[in-house]
């Protein structure tokens, strides 16, 4: 049977539905799962299908919550909450030692939370918040889980192959890429809210790229650029005056009507990252990047394609994180 063509307006239930024999079995860990969160609707949407879903925040009550919700609408989901603290190298590795001692395998890991887009903050490693959480936090969450998703190859058909969705976003293209010096030493003088952002979803992508050839035919890897969405993130107060002075919200803190973006709706924003984690037509396309639902790599600005950059950046993350992150070559 021919598979669904997915477009901008597909909801994370619609690809859900058309790829219910992929997700079946299978179990997967989704970071930043608060309500109203595109990590949220990810989990609910592929819970009706999947075997185990985890789903993390930092805030226990928070995520208790993200539980119950998806539990009341799918009795029979399979959820386990997971505190995980992406701001600290410390918490990820607690949390990663938790989903290491599982007794379950681990098919696909969707690295979705986000930073909230705000003033300069060091996190308790002394790194931008933004590029702590963003990046540095997911990069060694995904290092930590490594041997663990690699195992799961085993565990199901041999034509399936582990994943990893990293979420970016267009707005990686306006910025000129990232700076290694600012990330190993963040300074709140030259800090620039809309740089801080852009630049970490620059890394997601580059992180992508480089996870993708250093693991080719053993992991597959996506960047998944979501779109233009009204999210739990958009309404933190810290977010709010940036956000209206590049025109994504009004004076009352609402999407605004900005002729740059064309908003999607919550279930439309998390369809992309469902295909990236699932749909099969991507297995031979590791690395690509998405965006509404189809491979959109012309969409990738060069300074986050640069291979070069993207070796970099790895090297340079594998001193923040104090190890190495090797991956064995098909």
């Known amino acids: 049977m021919a598979l669904q063509t997915f477009s901008f307006s597909t909801t994370a239930d619609e690809v859900a539905t058309s790829l219910a024999d992929q997700i079946a079995g299978k179990n997967v860990l989704v970071t930043g799962t608060s309500i109203n969160g595109l990590g949220f609707e990810t989990a609910r949407a592929i819970a009706k299908y999947a075997n185990l879903v985890i789903i993390t925040g930092y805030n226990a009550e928070r995520l208790k919550l993200s539980e119950d919700a998806i539990k009341k609408e799918i009795p029979s989901a399979n959820i386990r909450c997971l505190v995980l603290d992406l701001s600290s ?22 690295n979705n939370a986000a930073a909230v887009i705000g003033p300069f903050k060091l996190t308790v490693d002394g790194l931008e918040s933004q590029m702590a959480i963003n990046h540095v936090g997911h990069f060694l969450l995904t290092k930590l889980l490594m041997p663990k998703l690699l195992a799961s190859k085993t565990t199901v058909t041999p034509s399936f192959t582990p994943r990893v969705v990293f979420l970016s976003s267009h707005a990686h293209i306006y910025c000129d890429g990232v700076d290694l010096a600012a990330i190993e030493h963040p300074s709140a003088e030259t800090y620039d809210i809309g740089q801080g952002y852009y630049r970490s979803k620059v890394a997601n992508i580059l992180t992508t790229r480089e996870l993708a050839r250093r693991g080719r035919g053993v992991l597959n890897a996506f960047s998944v650029h979501p779109g233009a969405i009204y999210t739990n993130i958009t309404e933190k107060e810290e977010s709010r005056e940036y956000l209206q002075s ?27 990252t469902v295909v990236a984690a699932f749909d099969p037509r991507l297995e031979d396309k590791s690395g690509a990047y998405l965006a509404d639902c189809v491979e959109d790599n012309a969409g990738v600005a060069p300074h986050s394609s640069d291979p070069v950059m993207a070796e970099k950046l790895w090297v340079l993350t594998e001193k923040l994180i104090g190890e190495p992150f090797v991956l064995p070559f098909a």
């Open 89 to 110: 190298m410390a918490a990820v590795r607690a949390a990663a030692a938790e989903v290491n001692a599982y007794p379950e395998p681990l098919h696909v890991l969707i």
């Open 246 to 272: 590049v025109g994504h919200l009004d004076a009352d803190g609402k999407p605004a009507r900005n002729p740059r973006w064309n908003y999607k709706t919550i279930p439309q924003g998390a369809a992309t």
